[in-house]
Structures are given as C-alpha cells and as structure tokens.
C-alpha cells in the first residue's frame, strides 16, 4: 500500500495539530449553541472521529452518504442520496464535516438540501480544500488543509475504497489510477 504513494503531503503531526486548532475554534464559534455535526460518508469519518474529541461542547453526531456520478477521480455533478439524516435538523446549528472540497458540486447539494431543511444555520468544515478545481463558487468556513490539484488519499479519503486507513495524506502515484 505505502509503495503507491508517490509523497506525504500532510504528516500525522500536522493533522493533530491543525485538527486540535480547528476543533477550538469551532469550540468559541459554537459556545452556549447546540452544534449538531453532520459527515459526509465515508470520506469524513476519519477526520470527524479526531475533530469531534477536540470540540468541546455539547454536540450530537449524524452522517449523510451521498453518491457523485463520474469517474474515480473526479465527479461529473450529479448527486444522489444514498442515506439521508437520522435526525431532524430543523432550527438546529449544523456544521458540515467533509474529506475535502474539490468541484464543489458535492456539497454545494448538500448545502442547498440544509436551507430545504430549514436549519437555524449552516456551516461547512473541510479537511482539504482544493481550490483549484472549483466549478461551483463555495468556500467553506473551516478548512485545514489547502492543497495543490494533485489526487490525495489517506486519514479516511480513498481511490477505489482503499487507502483510507493510511494514518497521513499522501499522493497517490499516477500508475495507480493511469
Ligand atoms: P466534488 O463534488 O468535486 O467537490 O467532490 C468531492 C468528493 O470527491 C469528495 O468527497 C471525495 O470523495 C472525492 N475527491 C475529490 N478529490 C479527491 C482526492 O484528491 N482524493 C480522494 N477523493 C477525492
Ligand atoms: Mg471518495
């Protein structure tokens, strides 16, 4: 597994210490409000088990799977529900927890079925952010890694399901994918 990764983007160390920075701003931006924490599935469930242990307020957890249709390594747009939330969100402070932000296509959908859901705010909180592939204008609110337009994978992103337990975000080499 380790040999398909061409370099290490971001080390172990620097996820802990962004993520425990990240997790207490969220932490003053959210004081006295009830924060449900909504991840995007499966992407984000590495990044939202480390976040979550340093936000330290009252909070309840659900998860979305949404599926974007296009090829493995980038998505053509059109989205589709795969499970919906568990819980009502209705005049609750929601905080979108994402592996990373690349088109924007994927979550400006889940952005927009929020605002159907008539939440007393919405927020988007991303591990990566690729700006450089936006096709849809979304900045997230918290974002702790800005990276290059490379295919990235590791602390819960993947290529073909694989990869997600690698404890850094590496690049993965392009023979794999090409
Ligand atoms: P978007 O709708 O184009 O913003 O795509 C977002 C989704 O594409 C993410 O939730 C990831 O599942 C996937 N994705 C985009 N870039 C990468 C990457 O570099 N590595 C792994 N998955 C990626
Ligand atoms: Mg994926």
């Known amino acids: 597994m380790k040999n398909d990764i061409q370099s290490i983007l971001v080390s172990e160390e620097e996820l802990k210490r962004k993520v425990t920075e990240v997790g207490k701003r969220i932490t003053e931006d959210y004081r006295g409000k009830e924060l449900v924490i909504v991840g995007v599935l499966k992407g984000s469930v590495v990044f939202l088990a480390d976040l979550i242990r340093c936000i330290d307020l009252p ?5 979305m799977a949404v599926s974007s249709y296009g090829s493995s390594t980038s998505s053509t747009g ?9 819980m009502p969100v209705e005049g609750k402070d929601v905080l979108i927890v994402e592996d990373i932000l690349d088109s924007g296509m994927t979550l400006s959908y889940i952005m927009n079925l929020m605002v159907v859901k008539k939440t007393a705010s919405i927020r988007l909180c991303t ?3 690729k700006p450089d592939r936006r096709r849809v204008p979304i900045t997230p609110n918290y974002a702790c890694f800005t990276i290059p337009n490379e295919f990235v994978v590791g602390y819960g992103l993947d290529y073909d399901e694989r990869y997600r ?14």
């Open 78 to 86: 059109a989205v589709k529900i795969l499970k919906d939330l568990d």
């Open 59 to 63: 909070l309840s957890i659900d998860f």
């Open 127 to 129: 591990l990566l952010d």
């Open 165 to 178: 337990n690698l404890p850094y975000i590496g690049v993965l080499s392009r023979e794999v994918y090409e």
